[in-house]
């Protein structure tokens, strides 16, 4: 356990969970293995079919349940820090039993939003009396709000992604595929310091205008804008996510005519971004500019995404979230624009909330990067 990861998973945030749980007029929380486990615990879990649980009650011991022969890997992970008492069960018991029979009679219960559905349907068969409810909705506000030590892993993972697309250029050549420019950038993530790569989107010509486009085994030609959108998971969990345009050789005119309203727009949602300003505020920010220049049909999708333990997590930056944003906040500003058939951008950073303002985690240049 080295400093980082303690201040990155503290032992305070089991009593923080705790008191939202009770807060919230939950009976106790239920975390199996994913990112509400990882937040409140540090313990990376596997996912697997034997159920690992922390079981949370808003009164009363926490306590965990563990396959038996995953204890020494619970054991050995950053809950063993936080006084809990590890309960595990062989291959006959029923894990689903113990839980019902330790709580009692809860009434109330949050699941976490990544369990399994067969796990949650366990549980309901196990405590057919109590509510299900999400357990986002207790920890949400927690999660939000990240700490200065959080702030410092998504720096660092802002970094790394960022030496990945300032080698992006050496990967881009006429008459190469999609799929082999992805292969090369998947490897440069890693070697970046990246532990998982998450998603390698290189969209390229009419490619370009799918914001979640598959790599293909497409060519790539002369004159074409390629997206860039890239991301993976850094050894403390914290994600990265950024993407960047490129071009071998000239785009066509109407693409850059287009791409400069896009960095505009870009440049305005950040400069929105500051304490009490709502998240629908930012997303209007960056619509505002692109509708004016007569894109905005094709800006298709919200401006932004929390980031965290998960690449997609709460806030979103969409019209209709009147959710003020607080310091800690970190989320993604990524405006686009897609025309069917010919081409797309889009140009995304990660940015805190900061007292007075947002901070950029990405300082790759925003201009179209001509190769």
Known sequence: ??????????????????????????DALLLTPGPDLRYVTGYEALPLERLTCLVLPAA???????????????????????????????????????????????????????????????????????EQVL?????????????????????????????????????LKAGRTEREIGRDIAEAIVAAGHSTVDFVIVGSGPNGASPHHELSDRVVAEGEPIVVDIGGQMPSGYCSDSTRVYAIGEPPAGFLA?????????????????????????????????????????????TGHGIGLETHEEPYIVAGNTEPLAPGFAFSVEPGIYLPGAHGARIEDILVCTGDGGERVNHRPRELVVV
Do not use: N
């Open 258 to 302: 287009y791409y400069e309203v896009l960095r505009r727009a870009q440049q305005a949602a950040c400069d929105a971004v500051r304490p009490g300003v709502p998240c629908e505020a930012v997303d209007a920010a960056a619509r505002e500019v692109i509708a004016a220049e007569g894109y905005g049909e094709y800006f298709i999708h919200r």
């Open 135 to 171: 357990a986002g909705t207790v920890l949400r506000g927690l999660r939000m709000r990240k700490s200065a030590a959080e702030v410092a892993a998504l720096r660092e993972a802002g970094a790394a992604i960022d030496a990945v697309h300032a080698q992006v250029p050496g990967f």
């Open 1 to 26: 356990m080295t400093t980082e990861s303690s201040d990155l998973y503290p032992v305070t945030r089991l009593a923080a969970a705790r008191e939202a749980t009770a807060a919230a007029g939950l």
């Open 60 to 130: 009363g011991e926490a306590f965990m349940m563990v396959p038996r022969l995953e204890l020494p890997a619970a054991e050995h992970s950053p809950a063993s820090r936080l006084g809990l008492e590890f309960v595990p069960w062989d291959e006959t018991d029923d894990p689903y039993a113990t839980v019902a029979a330790r709580l009692g009679a809860p009434r109330r219960v949050g699941l976490a939003d990544r369990m399994w559905a067969m796990q949650s349907l366990r549980l309901r068969e196990a405590m057919p009396g109590a």
